[in-house]
């Protein structure tokens, strides 16, 4: 997750430090770099099967796009009260539109972390929500707690270390909420994954048509313990009562299994 949140971190590291058009113009050119790379590395992975469409990268450049039209385009003294609840609103709304178009831009930094046969179960889907939500809240909550200086105070600046106003609400408030849910975010998915193996894991092998149910369930054995990896097997599998036949090869059909995992006996 660390690679996503790249241009957001360097970001928050520099804008209280350096001259604000130097800190969003930094920014900006690692989330061009990190969108760049991200598609070259998927692009290399051609087994990666579930895709989130990039929507952290592509909602970075964005926003520090128009981060840096404002910087340029506004006064100094808007942008010193300002710059802070406008880029913690933009990864608000981008981490928010990932998850109501049903692309959570959590999901390929967790996915990375768990074995292909996790990534498929109903379970896996359910984290990635929760996890997702859990930063939507904590972004919100950086987003409101920003907004309290600027509101409050005519003269409120990100730069101010000595009024509680400005570096509770600009500073404190917020990156104590993104690290509690960098917390949650590793707490949450260990807890959740607790009897994982228990639960059925749903996938499909090619099998012939004339195939017996024996050479179905070898197959579909086989097909199990190559997607657990090493040190695990799979047991419990089941072969779906009806397959379905492939596109342009009617000889041959897709059939649906199931199957739990288990550490593998010696």
Known sequence: MLFGLAPWIVYWVLVGNVPFKVAVLVALAIAVAVLALGRTLEQAKAQAKVKSGHVLEIGSVATFSVLTVLVFAASESAMDRWIQPLGNAGILLVALISQLIGKPFVHDFAAAEQPHDVVKTALFGRIIGVVTWIWVAAFAGMTVSSVIPPVVAAN???????????????????????????????????????????????????????????????????????????????????????????????????????????????
């Open 156 to 266: 409120a600046s990100i730069l101010d270390a000595k009024t509680p106003l400005s570096f509770v609400f600009y500073w404190v408030i917020p990156f104590t909420l993104f690290g509690a849910a960098v917390l949650a975010s590793r707490v949450v998915p260990a807890r959740m994954l607790l009897g994982i193996d228990d639960v059925a894991r749903e996938t499909s092998f090619v099998a012939y048509d004339e195939a017996t149910i024996d050479e179905l369930y070898y197959l579909a054995q086989e097909h199990a313990n190559r997607e657990v990896g090493a040190g695990k097997e799979a047991y419990e599998v089941k072969v779906g009562g009806m397959g379905t036949p492939l596109t342009g090869d009617e000889s041959r059909k897709s059939w649906p299994s199931t199957y739990k995992v288990r550490d593998r006996r010696h």
